[in-house]
C-alpha cells in the first residue's frame, strides 16, 4: 500500500490537484479550507445585503475588530456586549452617532456564522491595509531626492 500524497499549495495546480483523489489528511484539509471560506464569503454577503450596510458603519465594524483581542471566536452575545462597550468607549467617541447606530443595528442580529464571517472579513481588510513606517522620520532605505 503506498501513501497518499500531500498536497502543498502551488498556484494554478492546487484546485485541479485537490479535487483528485485519494488525499492525505493535511490535503483533504487545504480543500475543505477551500470550501470553509467560499461558505464565510457567501455568509458574509448575505449578511451585508440583509443589514443593508455599508462602508462607513463597517468601518466601525472593523475598527472594533482591531480593537479587540481575540482568543476564541466569541459568541454573539459575547460579540454583541463588547461591540457596544467599543461604542461607549473613547475609541468611538469621535464616531457620528447615525454610523454608530447603523453599525450597532448590523452587529445585533448576527448569529454564530454572522460573528465567523464578519471577524474573518474584518480581520482580512486589517491585515492587508497599508501599514505606516515604522519610524516615519526616518528616511526610506535607498530613497534619494531630487535636488
Known amino acids: 500500500m503506498t501513501d ?3 498536497v502543498t499549495f ?21 480543500r475543505d479550507l477551500i470550501r470553509y471560506y467560499a461558505v464565510l464569503d457567501a455568509r458574509f454577503d448575505d449578511w451585508w445585503n440583509a443589514n443593508q450596510l455599508w462602508e462607513a458603519p ?11 483581542g481575540w482568543d476564541a471566536v466569541p459568541t454573539p452575545a459575547d460579540f454583541l456586549t463588547r461591540f457596544e462597550q467599543f461604542l461607549k468607549s473613547p475609541l468611538a467617541s469621535r464616531i457620528e452617532r447615525g454610523l454608530l447606530r ?3 443595528d448590523g452587529v445585533r442580529g448576527a448569529d454564530e456564522v454572522d460573528v465567523v464571517a464578519i471577524l474573518d472579513r474584518a480581520e482580512r481588510e486589517i491585515a492587508s491595509a497599508p501599514q ?14 531630487a535636488a
Do not use: C, M, N, Y
Not at 485541479?16 to 492525505?24: D, H, I, K, V, W
Not at 515604522?134 to 532605505?141: K, M, R, V
Open 132 to 145: 505606516p513606517p515604522a519610524f516615519p522620520d526616518e528616511p526610506t532605505a535607498g530613497a534619494t531626492s
Open 58 to 68: 463597517w468601518d466601525v465594524i472593523v475598527d472594533f475588530v482591531e480593537a479587540q
Open 10 to 30: 502551488r498556484p494554478g495546480e492546487l484546485a485541479e490537484r485537490l479535487f483528485a483523489g485519494p488525499l492525505s489528511a493535511g490535503a483533504t484539509a487545504k
Open 4 to 6: 497518499r500524497e500531500h
Open 102 to 104: 447603523d453599525a450597532l
